[in-house]
């Protein structure tokens, strides 16, 4: 597709449980960047990967929290252990490089019961 | 901390007038700026960008201004039109960082 593709668009999951969420970048686009959004709040950083150098992790909010991207493709997004205060919806970006505008998906909106 | 800011969480404006979104921000470094207009259930959405090197960029009915001083930059749509009506958020990042800073968003309605 044109755009950033993010899957599952919603999510419902027992505290407790992993979750895995997936994003599909705009071919070609090197950066690609991990945000979420909770209930009446601004959009927060999580993690940035840029080609093949380490990802910018400084975002993450605990160590439930990881992602991967392998090459300039797919990245996942794993959050162990779920809790009430990860519901939020999670947005994925990406940009031809890192000095241009980053491309948001739809987001996946993750409920934890 | 709040690097960005948007004090006004919402603004009403009528259909053919001016609407202005401002943003503030405390980081000096700060030397690229954006602007994304979001609709429910959709993720945001690219509208305009401006650099530091500049006080002004326009796209259509949109204009960035940005005043580096009072480190203060706004969005003004002329006209407004109904399907302008989103939340709209405004951003910046420093060239030595990675992420986009966002603010809290502020949500334009435009009355018919």
């Known amino acids: 597709g044109a755009g950033v593709s993010q899957s599952p668009s919603n999510k419902v999951t027992e505290k407790g449980k992993d979750v895995e969420l997936r994003c599909d970048p705009i071919s070609g686009h090197t950066a690609l960047y991990w945000y979420r959004q909770r209930l009446g709040q601004g959009l927060e950083f999580l993690i940035y990967f840029q080609g093949n150098s380490a990802p910018d992790k400084s975002g993450l909010p605990s160590d439930r929290f990881s992602a991967e991207r392998t090459g300039e493709s797919v990245s996942t997004l794993t959050i162990q252990r779920t809790q009430q205060e990860d519901s939020a919806v999670y947005l994925c970006?990406?940009?031809?490089?890192?000095?241009?505008?980053?491309?948001f998906g739809q987001g996946t909106r993750l409920t934890v019961v | 901390d709040q690097q960005v800011k948007q004090n006004s969480p919402s603004l009403s404006v009528q259909e053919g007038r001016i609407s202005i979104l401002n943003c503030d921000y405390t980081?000096?470094?700060?030397?690229?700026f954006l602007w994304y207009k979001k609709y429910p259930a959709e993720g945001p959405t690219f509208l305009i960008s401006i650099s530091s090197i500049k006080d002004k960029n326009e796209d259509g009915r949109f204009t960035v201004f940005l005043n580096k001083s009072a480190k203060h930059l706004s969005l003004h749509i002329v006209p407004s039109q109904p399907g302008d009506s989103a939340v709209y958020f405004c951003?910046?990042?420093?060239?030595?960082?990675?992420?986009?800073?966002f603010g809290t968003g502020t949500s334009l309605t435009v009355i018919p």
């Open positions: 951003a910046a990042r420093a060239d030595t960082g990675n992420q986009f800073y």
């Open positions: 970006a990406s940009s031809p490089h890192r000095g241009t505008e980053a491309f």
């Open positions: 980081n000096s470094m700060f030397d690229y």
